[in-house]
């Protein structure tokens, strides 16, 4: 259940609120050097406004490379070369665009707690097979089982306490 919360979470980190960060361009694959590497691995990210990402290569010669793969990425902004760096412009949010994307993180969010569910399924049946197998007393089984739906709960608590965060800061203006 932590790795699923650790993953929506990621999730959540890349949807934009219509600040800079630099989480946005984690997960963008670079091929360069005859190699796919992560961006953050030949270059540093920084946020010099809260609309912009400036993208500083420590090798001139991966800047080309940088560029295309921004360009291939589904990020929605468009890469300027200014020298020696790249800079990212953040557009403004439209209302439509907002609503896009909380429906799009709702689905999400959705998907988490479904997962979270077949977990607790998953887990609940493994304690039913060691009540079958007499590996386990009923007590054992009732305690397990009522510990599996506490442990639940308290993931999809979380996953709503962090959606609701994240719906706000996307309503904002």
Sequence with gaps: MQKAFWHIQEKVKKVRTGSAHSSLLEGIKVHTYGSEQ????????SCPSTRSLVISPWDQNTLKDIESALIKSDLGMAPQRDGKVIRLRLPELTEERRQELIRAFKKDVEKARVEFRQIRKMMNEQVRKALKEKTMS????KEAEADIQKMTDQFIEK??????????????V
């Design 38 to 45: 992560e961006l953050k691995h030949i270059a540093s990210i």
């Design 138 to 141: 009923e007590d054992v089984a």
């Design 159 to 172: 996953v709503n306490e962090m959606s609701e965060k994240k719906q706000k800061e996307l309503l904002q």
